[in-house]
């Protein structure tokens, strides 16, 4: 089966502009949430999406903004990008948050480069 | 405020012997605890979990201790393997009771390094 796949690879972007990216979940999950890595930085949670609906959002500000189709992929989206937006984005699926044994399986991730 | 510390970048075993990784976590509400390794330019690859019931859970090589009065948990790696170089992320997830939300808290990682 495949795992959850993101695209793009890279991106390189400029101060100001808009970037989305993509995310589709392992087969058979409902829940997707994103997080951002830094350099030297553990993930850092952004949002969770679960059957189209936003469940969570972390510490980010209005800029960021995500959401989920009815096929369960989702897209984040960046406005006005920051140098300090670049960082490593990563997508995790879930079949059903909450559970307790919820256990999120990440992408590859898509390393954003804003300069 | 970090939740999940890590307080060890980087440990460094010889093939054969045991890596112990060490993770802190000061919110007492976490109930499900996670251990990912991390590749370069890969993303984190989940390895095993255990739940605030245990206080161990083991797969094959790998097994995670919980220690719940000291907030503490460990990731033994027995034997250690080449292969086994990675960073190591500690994550914790606090499930709101009556909400599907599990977001997950993580460290900032462990770099190991397992030398021939």
């Known amino acids: 089966d495949a795992g959850v796949t993101q695209s793009p690879t890279h991106l390189i972007k400029t101060r100001g502009q808009q970037v989305t990216l993509r995310c589709s979940p392992i087969s058979g999950h409902k829940s997707v949430s994103w997080y951002q890595q830094v350099l030297g930085q553990g993930p850092q949670f952004i949002f969770q999406?679960?059957?189209?609906?936003?469940?969570g959002r972390g510490n980010f500000p209005d800029r960021f903004s995500a959401r989920q189709f009815p096929n369960y992929s989702s897209e984040l989206n960046v406005n006005a990008l920051l140098l300090g937006d670049s960082a490593l984005y990563l997508c995790?699926?879930?079949?059903?948050?909450?559970?307790?044994?919820?256990?999120?399986?990440f992408g590859p991730g898509t390393r954003l480069t804003v300069l | 405020d970090q939740q999940v510390k890590q307080n060890s970048p980087s440990l460094s075993v010889q093939e054969g012997r045991i890596s112990i990784l060490n993770c802190d976590y000061t919110?007492?509400?976490?109930?499900?605890f996670l251990w990912y390794k991390k590749y370069p330019a890969e993303g984190p690859t989940f390895l095993i979990s255990i739940s605030s019931i245990k206080d161990k859970n083991e797969d094959g090589r790998f097994t995670v201790f919980l220690n719940k009065s000291a907030k503490h948990l460990s990731l033994h790696i027995v034997p250690s393997q080449p292969g086994d170089s990675a960073v190591y992320f500690c994550?914790?997830?606090?499930?709101?009771?009556?909400?599907?939300?599990?977001?997950?808290?993580f460290g900032r990682g462990t770099q190991l390094t397992v030398w021939p």
């Open positions: 919110n007492s509400m976490f109930d499900y």
């Open positions: 995790a699926s879930s079949p059903l948050p909450g559970l307790s044994t919820d256990t999120q399986y």
């Open positions: 994550a914790a997830m606090e499930r709101y009771r009556g909400s599907t939300l599990g977001r997950l808290y």
């Open positions: 999406y679960y059957e189209k609906e936003e469940r």
